[in-house]
């Protein structure tokens, strides 16, 4: 466990708008710093970062977080490793609390292990790079592959000799455990230790940070088998979480709009040498909802690319299946296949960048590919047909929880069947999303806030203001006193922190919508406003508040009492009382 303290002083430490310019390049917007925001395809700037409050927020997809939430959703980073990295830059370290010795003992050992195996990969890594230089014959295939020496830098591409033992030359103990658990070499029954990659071009595969996680090797000579050979899974390398190319090509599919998914290491390097330089590629795996959750982080536009051959269909459909959990409403699947000759590295060479992108502007959308795909062999022209279509169709639907998409799809489904969506839906037991629908069309409006809202807005920017007795303000158990209580109380302990800090702070005992409602508000707020004067304002009226209801309650309390059993205190009490109101 990581302190909370030391958490908050590291959001006061950290600066956001270095943090988000070093991957997202900000320019000065007023008091605040404006991009087009990383997490959605657009063509004018909605994303904000405050330098004052020490948070982002976009206007049009609402994104929005802290420092630690920027490395969690951009860099794919857990809410450890944002917290250790951010703690890096700033020159802290990261305690730690609540463990015992043997959980402590394992964490440094973890650590241990995969710093020893990033190092390990990396220094393999350069060795291969050195190799390619000195192979005539390795270079010859990447220049007959029409590859330049620029385009194999970018990529770090290198060469495995051929060999039993050529990794030995570099490291030293060629028995270490971490070669074998890195993936780098190999035990034979009989205990005898090979190189895992022999004679092959070598392609490093790279995590979100740009650290080599693994590699992917093809072979040059094409009578050798497996033709593409990967890593195995490591405790640094999932390959139903990684794409092969995508820390290389951040920037050009946020540029483009769209990213390319392709099925090989060549076909991304080959597309990049022709000015496609937004493709990636799955690790030898069907594409998985980590994937496109990942890419939907890049850009709302995904581009499946397959050869057209049998092999290239049925990866297709796996891909179409596998993505349906991660769809949302704003994400926008295409299918394109190449006729049965061609893969992408073939079909670019032979006709260029324009060619190859005017097809994917062609591309099938998702839905039109399911439907072309279930309708396929199917004449939907008896009533067994149309049974067969609609049980085909069934768990399709049932996958697809984007409300929009899920009504699209029930409509053509039942339209081709000729059903009503109404009979489909009875049929298969589908649930209704036409409320859920509602919810996410819904258009967010700023009502006007609530006094206690207003209060907790001018205690965030100005925290030194707080007092104990303001806690008085939130005497119920309401949602807005709860959060009232818990601002007051984090202002408190942290009088000079930003309020980056204090919604930490706040977040794990407010409902996530209302906090959601305080930092959008945040966001739109006017620095130039006097944060004091506005907060006097706001305690005047929370106090007038305040009194009214004690003024209520005392006057319940008496009007219980028939009026001859009321003392004269009482009776004075009620007739001031009830003269005020």
Known sequence: MIPESFIQDLLNRVDIVDVIDKSVPLKKAGANYSACCPFHNEKSPSFTVSPTK???????????????????????LSFVEAIHDLAKNVGMIVPQQDSTPASREADATNKTIKLGLQETLQQAANYYKSELKKSERAIEYLKGRGLSG????????GYAPAGWQNLQSIFANYDNDALQTAGLVVENEQGRRYDRFRDRIMFPIHDQKGQVIGFGGRVINPEDTPKYYNSPETPLFQKGHELYGLF?????????????VVEGYMDVVALAQYGIEYAVAALGTATTPFHITKLMRQTDEIVFCFDGDNAGRTAAWRAAMNALPALTDGLKLRFLFLPKEHDPDSYVREFGKEKFELEMQNAMPLSQYIIAHLSEKNPLNAQEDLIKFVQDAAPILLEIKAPLSALYMRKKIAELAGLT?????????????????????????????????????????????????????????????????????????????????????????????????????????DESLDFKLEFTGACTQLMESLQQKRDDSMLDAVKEKPFSALSDQEREMLKSLTAKK
Do not use: W
Request: charged share 20%.
């Open 54 to 76: 020490q948070f982002y927020h976009c206007f049009g997809c609402g994104a929005h977080g802290t420092a630690i939430g920027f490395l969690m959703e951009y860099a794919g």
């Open 150 to 157: 620029v385009i194999a830098a970018k990529f770090q591409i």
């Open 248 to 260: 290389v090509a951040r920037r050009a599919i946020r540029d483009a709009g769209r990213v390319l």
């Open 421 to 525: 969506v109404e009979a489909l839906e009875h049929k298969l037991k589908l649930p209704n999303p036409n409320k859920t629908s509602a919810k996410a069309t819904q258009k967010q409006s700023r009502a006007p806030l609530s006094i206690e809202k207003r209060f907790v807005l001018m205690l965030m920017m100005q925290p030194s203001l707080a007092r104990p007795e303001h806690l008085n303000f939130g005497h119920g158990f309401s949602e807005q006193d709860i959060l009232i209580k818990a601002a007051v109380n984090a202002a408190l302990l942290q009088p000079q922190s930003k309020p980056a800090a204090l919604l930490h702070t706040i977040e794990p005992l407010v409902e996530p919508r209302l906090l959601r409602e305080i930092q959008r508000e945040l966001q739109l707020l």
